[in-house]
């Protein structure tokens, strides 16, 4: 199972295991005071990643 998995995420992007219902995990490292900038800036968006931007949904 995790090598066909594994072989399948080398062969498409994240949207497109998206639409195939794959789920993934999403990871960003920053910087504190980076946090506390986009927080005061960005105040009404769901989701921080762009596929779950796209769908519009949460896995």
């Given at each position: 199972m995790f090598k066909s998995c594994f072989r399948l995420l080398q062969e498409y992007?994240?949207?497109?295991t998206a639409l195939l219902n794959i789920p993934e995990v999403v990871c960003y490292r920053g910087s504190k005071i980076s946090y506390a900038i986009a927080k005061r800036l960005v105040r009404n968006i769901k989701y921080i990643s762009l596929v779950n931007l796209i769908m519009d949904r949460k896995w």
């Open positions: 992007t994240t949207l497109e």
